[in-house]
């Protein structure tokens, strides 16, 4: 039953993230969909109990979406990551535990699989309900953009501008 959710709310979450959302959406849709494709064509490689294919699927999706969390400033992504890392740790569970059945481990991972298009898709909603468009979306991010210094300019004169704006906070704070 939960692979029959899964597999119907993954078009969903993907057309969703592709078609609505921004560049971090359609980057996790890309290494959702990767990982997918890379899970079903490894899906075969086992060593004993345990699909080492699909679990080395999850840990690429995981690398995938943590290092998008790191780029965008986006609450869903953590959220998305986290439930990653759970499903990770699922496939390594069945390795330390000889008692889970592997009926048990595939019905935790279809759960995180689906908190995680979940996620992904409450982003995508709540950043369309608030009118953000998907450029204006990417221009509010800090993240996105990387840091430069001016031609000519030192990281002593950065140092000096922060130290201007320390002081103009505490100013403030004072008032």
Not at 39 to 47: C, Q
Not at 119 to 138: F, H, I, M, P
Request: with cysteine; charged share 15%; hydrophobic share 60%.
């Amino acid at each position: 039953m939960l692979q029959l959710l899964l597999i119907l709310c993954l078009p969903l979450a993907v057309a969703v993230g592709w078609f609505r959302g921004g560049r971090p959406e359609r980057a996790a849709v890309a290494a959702i969909l990767a990982a997918w494709a890379v899970g079903l064509a490894l899906a075969d490689w086992r060593l004993g109990r345990i699909a080492v294919g699909p679990g080395l699927s999850d840990l690429g999706l995981l690398a995938a979406l943590t290092w998008l969390s790191f780029r965008h400033d986006r609450w869903w992504l953590l959220f998305a990551t986290a439930a990653q890392s759970l499903a990770v740790a699922a496939h390594l569970a069945l390795a330390v535990h000889p008692d889970l059945t592997e009926v048990e481990n595939l019905a935790a991972i279809s759960v995180f699989h689906l908190l995680c298009l979940l996620a992904l898709t409450l982003g995508v909603l709540e950043r369309w309900l608030a009118g953000e468009s998907q450029g204006e979306a990417e221009e509010a991010s800090p993240f996105t953009q990387p840091a430069t210094l001016p031609a000519g300019e030192s990281a002593f004169a950065l140092r000096k501008v922060d130290a201007r704006l320390a002081e103009a906070v505490n100013d403030t704070l004072r008032e």
